[in-house]
């Protein structure tokens, strides 16, 4: 059974570096666009970065040049860098899995973690 369990999530003050983790497990995701999206209080979950593993990736407006998303050479895990952040990147963020080529609406994607949780505040 396909599982995609995030982790790395925490409270950081505006400025600072965080880096999230998606381990995956029970199926290989190869072939497919491994991505993170976020769900602020009361929001809608949006779009934040994705890859496919031969190294194209996409990014939301909000997060280019502050976050970056890789996965390593195992396949195993997919990785979000957070630098400086700021309190408009508090949400729980996931990572997901979909077939299709770097799409960015939430139900081309096949595959959920259960999430974790960033606070920025200071």
């Known amino acids: 059974q396909a599982q995609l369990v995030e982790s790395g999530g925490g409270l950081v003050q505006p400025g600072d570096s965080l880096r999230l983790t998606c381990k995956i497990s029970?199926?290989?995701?190869?072939?497919?666009?491994m991505a993170w999206f976020r769900q602020g209080p009361g929001k809608d979950r949006e779009f934040v970065a994705a890859?496919?593993?031969?190294?194209?990736?996409r990014y939301a407006d909000s997060v280019k040049g502050r976050f970056t998303i890789s996965g390593d050479n195992a396949k195993t895990a997919v990785y979000l860098q957070m630098n400086d952040v700021n309190p408009k990147d508090t949400a729980v963020y996931y990572c997901?899995?979909?077939?299709?080529?770097?799409?960015?609406?939430?139900?081309?994607?096949?595959?959920w973690g259960q999430g974790t949780q960033v606070t920025v505040s200071s």
């Open positions: 997901a899995a979909a077939r299709n080529f770097l799409v960015e609406s939430p139900g081309e994607y096949d595959y």
């Open positions: 890859m496919r593993w031969f190294g194209s990736t």
């Open positions: 029970g199926r290989s995701f190869t072939t497919y666009t």
